[in-house]
């Protein structure tokens, strides 16, 4: 592990969730819609797999879909993972 991804790994411990709390209610001006709102909708019926998923902020909104395709989710934090499975128990947290 290098030096950034030692970074990340201590602050995303210290922190988990810090990813939704800081995004989550942010707006893009030009679409009039949230980070997370966009990625919803780009997503689509498709399988996501997120990469870095945090506490499965992303995953935990696309759970509602009809179509209701699997759920990936991927981090090397075990404290964002923890809050990850919290929040979505039935998504496949690696
Ligand atoms: C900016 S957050 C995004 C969280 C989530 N996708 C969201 O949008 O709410 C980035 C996440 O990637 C994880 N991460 C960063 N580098 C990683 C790596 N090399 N391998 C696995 N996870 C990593 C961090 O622990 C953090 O939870």
Redesign the pocket.
Known sequence: MNEA?EF??AF?QRHPGC??IA?ASGENTEMGTSYYEVLSELAGDDLVL??????A??LSLLADRPSDPPAIG????PD?LRAAHGRHPSATLI
């Open positions: 991804e990340l790994l995303h990813t939704r995004f997120d990469l870095g998923c945090g506490d902020h992303i991927l981090d090397f934090s964002e």
